[in-house]
């Protein structure tokens, strides 16, 4: 059915006739104003020399020079290595991470007992919502050489002779950063999957019973099919988030033996802004160029998925 465009008498008749919800959508507008595209304006310091005591209007402009700085100057070396890291665990995070929670949503919805599927959605739930540096505090203490469990176990089991310093290990920290992102996110992330399988037609699957389809073949031809929407939309938005990873669990974990490995875009913007000399200008080109990419491999992931399916964002 063709849509038909509204004229501007028609639009003034349905403000009118609609008021209220007009207006109850005013403070809407003005927060989406004042904390979304105002603070756009501060972008203008990426290609500036800012300085905090000239401001962002008073200060010089100097072009795409901090771009190139960070690029290609004497310091990219430390950007690229932020950049790649990030990349490798998202990507490991998309491997490993994300068809977990498909797999407990349909571990879930198989479960007839509601107050068995309850008690196991609560406990995986439940990681979601300890904070931070609460989980790390978990990890370090697990992993600790001298009183953690893990290490306790693996020598009593003569799967190694003495204790692994496993947080200043490189070759460990990445395995470990995704097994706890794993256990602390899978569960949560599962419940929109779960959502969507909740909506199925239970028609489909009792005529499938009557066809004397097996478990696997009912996930096969009637879950993963019908959840195949959300699975699309859920991936094109984690490959539009492939160089954001959040800097406090990686701050709280990783150490200088590890830099190599876990240092990630965000923990070089926060050295770099905060810590180091406070260069605004050039973490601001920074955080410009990963929005840039991350923009970028969204439109890439959405055309991709939109040509070979009918589900896309836009």
Same mark, same amino acid.
């Given at each position: 059915m063709k849509k038909t465009k509204l004229s501007v008498?028609?639009? *003034?008749?349905?403000?009118?006739?609609?008021?209220? #919800?007009?207006?109850?959508?005013i403070p809407v507008l003005i927060w989406y104003g004042l904390f979304y595209f105002k $603070?756009?304006?501060?972008?203008?310091?990426?290609?500036?020399?800012? &300085? $905090?005591f000239m401001g962002i209007t008073d200060s010089p402009w100097v072009g795409l020079d901090n771009f190139r700085e960070l690029l290609f100057g004497k310091g990219s070396i430390y950007f690229w290595r932020a950049l790649k890291n990030t990349i490798i665990i998202n990507?490991?995070?998309?491997?490993?991470f994300f068809p977990i929670p498909i797999i407990l949503a349909l571990f879930f919805f198989e479960m007839t007992n509601k107050v068995r =599927?309850?008690?196991?959605?609560?406990?995986?739930?439940? $990681?979601?919502?300890?904070?931070?540096?609460?989980?790390?505090?978990?990890?370090?203490?697990? @992993?600790?050489?001298?009183?953690?469990i893990v290490n306790q176990i693996l020598v009593s089991l003569g799967i190694i002779d003495k204790p692994i310093h496993f947080l200043?290990? $490189?070759?460990?920290? =990445?395995?470990?950063y995704i097994l706890s992102a794993?256990? /602390?996110?899978?569960?949560?992330?599962?419940?929109?999957?779960?959502?969507? @399988?909740?909506?199925?037609?239970?028609?489909?699957?009792?005529?499938?019973?009557?066809?004397?389809a097996t478990w696997f073949q009912k996930v096969r031809y009637i879950s993963l099919p019908g959840?195949?929407?959300?699975? *699309?939309? *859920?991936?094109?938005?984690?490959?539009? &988030? @492939?160089l954001t990873l959040g800097y406090e669990k990686t701050l709280l974990l990783y150490t200088p033996q590890?830099?190599?490995?876990?240092?990630?875009?965000?923990?070089?913007?926060?050295?770099?802004?905060? /810590?180091?000399?406070?260069?605004?200008?050039?973490?601001?080109?920074?955080?410009?160029?990963?929005?840039?990419?991350? #923009?970028?491999?969204?439109?890439?992931?959405?055309?991709?998925?939109?040509?070979?399916?009918?589900?896309?964002?836009?």
């Open positions: 008498a028609e639009y *003034m008749k349905d403000i009118k006739k609609n008021k209220l #919800l007009y207006i109850m959508i $603070p756009l304006y501060g972008l203008t310091i990426a290609f500036k020399d800012f &300085s $905090p990507f490991y995070g998309i491997v490993w =599927r309850n008690f196991y959605q609560v406990i995986l739930y439940l $990681p979601h919502f300890i904070s931070v540096v609460v989980i790390t505090s978990i990890i370090i203490k697990l @992993l600790s050489p001298s009183s953690g200043i290990e $490189p070759i460990y920290y =990445r395995t470990i794993i256990w /602390q996110n899978s569960g949560y992330s599962s419940i929109i999957y779960f959502a969507s @399988l909740m909506a199925i037609s239970p028609q489909l699957y009792e005529a499938a019973e009557l066809a004397g959840i195949k929407g959300t699975i *699309m939309i *859920m991936f094109i938005l984690k490959i539009g &988030s @492939l590890t830099y190599e490995v876990a240092d990630i875009l965000s923990t070089y913007i926060y050295r770099h802004g905060i /810590q180091g000399a406070g260069d605004i200008s050039m973490v601001t080109a920074a955080e410009l160029f990963q929005a840039l990419i991350a #923009l970028t491999t969204t439109f890439i992931a959405n055309k991709i998925v939109k040509k070979y399916s009918e589900v896309s964002l836009w």
